[in-house]
């Protein structure tokens, strides 16, 4: 599998994506997470032209899942209650909206993989109810830090993995 930028060309495939990850979801018992039309066409054609939205391809060039990868930070993430972040001073990547299609394997790691070689201090956050999500993450080495809350007040369950083992010298991007 490979990593790209998506493109306006992708969209379509990756309305799909979202459409069976949203399947997923409601047969685990995830039922109120991706409601209302999320995420929305108008929301991934921002994310593509700002350069932060992703798609995996097979060896055909099938793309099989997308995700959101974000360098810039995330605002919901300065407040974090029941915890803390494990490092909340280095620069930290966002990976959101991950989606597969059903038959897909080791997309996680592989979005997860590819995250840490652009930077090794990663952050996510899941719906309480997105247990299949919480295993992937816990999976995957992340440590849980507490709850964060959406712009519209929802909570979600945020992690954290850093993955270098070098200090900090403030030297970094």
Known sequence: ???????????????????????????SGNLKQWTGGYPSEEQIRQEIADGNS?????????????????????????????GA???????YGVIHRLASTPDSHGIARTCFDWCYQQLPNLRVD?????????????????????II????????????KIVDSMPFSGNEK
């Open 126 to 146: 899941t719906h309480r109810d997105n247990r299949i999500m919480q295993h992937i993450i816990a999976q995957n080495g992340f440590t849980y830090c507490g």
């Open 85 to 91: 972040w494990l490092d909340d001073t280095r620069p």
């Open 1 to 27: 599998m490979s990593i790209r930028k998506a493109t306006l060309a992708d969209l379509p495939r990756m309305m799909e994506l979202f459409d069976a990850a949203r399947g997923i979801m409601r047969r």
């Open 149 to 160: 809350y959406l712009l519209n007040g929802d909570e979600r369950l945020a992690y954290q």
């Open 54 to 82: 992703y798609v995996i391809t097979q060896a055909d060039g099938l793309v099989v899942a997308t995700f959101a990868f974000i360098l810039t930070g995330e605002p919901t993430y300065a407040r974090i209650d029941g």
